[in-house]
């Protein structure tokens, strides 16, 4: 069956580095993968988009990259601030189904000053 | 409007009680989900509304019946739910389109359920 990780479940970082999440999936191929940050008590906010045919994406300090090789996604955020500190949820398609995603536990990253 | 509204915000139901979950968009979205989320977990997907029709169901206990009256509005009627049923219940919208694929979803600020 298909798998989502997202190997930590935990980064903290200081204010100013690079954060690096990874997602890693097994057992299907992916059209896309989607990137959400999810706040504590709140739903998740939709980020970016990476197709299967995009190696890399960005917008403003956020990275991503997707290699279907790998079966791997990274997600960068760059010059992290404190107003980062979120959970970050990788989601992939749940097969040819329109609508059926399935997220992966997320990785809590905490932006220290 | 790029805006998904739920209500209420907190709910708190005794076992053999009657509630409705409410959602609303106004983006012209066509499909609308239902999710569940625990503590500490992902969400998980419950339904799928396409065109107001059901698409999805997720093998999702009887108690908890959806029900999409327009193309902007969704509910989640629930019924003798048990105190597991606890959860941050989460509605969203995406723009489908027949026969294309999924673009992202947009997700309101959930419910959070107690059952006692």
């Known amino acids: 069956s298909q798998k989502i990780e997202q190997n930590s479940e935990a980064l903290n970082i200081q204010e100013g580095k690079t954060a690096t999440l990874t997602c890693n999936y097994t057992n299907y191929s992916p059209a896309y993968l989607q990137w959400y940050r999810q706040d504590p008590g709140r739903g998740p906010v939709f980020l970016l988009l990476?197709?299967?045919?995009?190696k890399e994406k960005r917008k403003e300090r956020l990275k991503v990259t997707f290699d279907t090789t790998l079966k791997q996604s990274l997600f960068h955020i760059t010059a992290s601030q404190p107003a980062d500190s979120a959970t970050y949820l990788c989601?992939?398609?749940?097969?040819?189904?329109?609508?059926?995603?399935?997220f992966g536990r997320g990785t809590q990253l905490t932006v220290w000053p | 409007d790029t805006e998904v509204t739920q209500t209420p915000k907190h709910l708190v139901m005794g076992m053999t009680n009657k509630k409705s979950l409410k959602c609303e968009q106004h983006?012209?979205?066509?499909?609308m989900y239902w999710y569940k989320q625990k503590a500490k977990k992902p969400p998980e997907l419950m339904f799928v509304y396409s065109y107001e029709k059901l698409s999805i169901n997720e093998s999702v206990p009887s108690r908890f019946s959806p029900e999409c009256p327009n193309s902007s509005l969704l509910n989640l009627h629930l019924h003798a739910l048990q105190p597991e049923d606890s959860a941050l219940y989460l509605c969203a919208s995406s723009r489908e389109r027949r026969g294309q694929v999924s673009h992202e979803q947009y997700f309101g600020p959930g419910t959070r359920l107690t059952v006692t």
């Open positions: 990476i197709r299967e045919n995009e």
């Open positions: 989601a992939l398609p749940a097969g040819s189904t329109l609508g059926r995603l399935y």
């Open positions: 983006m012209g979205h066509r499909a």
